[in-house]
Nanobody, 115 residues
Framework: QVQLVESGGGLVQAGGSLRLSCVVSGSIVSGSTMAWYRQAPGKQRELVAQLISGGITTSADSVKGRFAISRDNAKNTVYLQMNSLKPEDTAVYYC?????????WGQGTQVTVSS
C-alpha cells in the first residue's frame, strides 16, 4: 500500500523560505512520477511541480524560479524547496505519486505566508 506523509509546512513571512518533505512508503520514488499540488481556500487544487522518474522536472509558471522539486532516493523522500514566498502561496500543499489510474495523495501540510 502506497503511503505519503508530508511535513515542513508552517507560518512564514513574505520573502522567506520553507522546505516541504514527503516520505513515501510502498513505492520507489526513483521509479515514479512524483508531484506537489496545492489548494488555497475556495480554489481548485493545482499542480505546483512535478518530477518525472527520469529526473526531468516541471513547475507552474507562478512558482518558476522560486520553487524546486527534488528527491533523495536513499531516503525515498521528495522535497519542495520554496523560496521568496508570497502571500498568494498560502495553501495546503499535497504530495502525490502520479498514477494513470489515480494519484496517491498525502494528507497535506499547511503553508501560510504573511505579508
Amino acid at each position: 500500500q502506497v503511503q505519503l506523509v508530508e511535513s515542513g509546512g508552517g507560518l512564514v513571512q513574505a520573502g522567506g523560505s520553507l522546505r516541504l518533505s514527503c516520505v513515501v512508503s510502498g513505492s520507489i520514488v526513483s521509479g515514479s512520477t512524483m508531484a506537489w499540488y496545492r489548494q488555497a481556500p475556495g480554489k481548485q487544487r493545482e499542480l505546483v511541480a512535478q518530477l518525472i522518474s527520469g529526473g526531468i522536472t516541471t513547475s507552474a509558471d507562478s512558482v518558476k524560479g522560486r520553487f524546486a522539486i527534488s528527491r533523495d532516493n536513499a531516503k525515498n523522500t521528495v522535497y519542495l524547496q520554496m523560496n521568496s514566498l508570497k502571500p498568494e502561496d498560502t495553501a495546503v500543499y499535497y504530495c502525490a505519486r502520479v498514477h494513470p489510474l489515480g494519484n496517491y495523495w498525502g494528507q497535506g501540510t499547511q503553508v501560510t505566508v504573511s505579508s
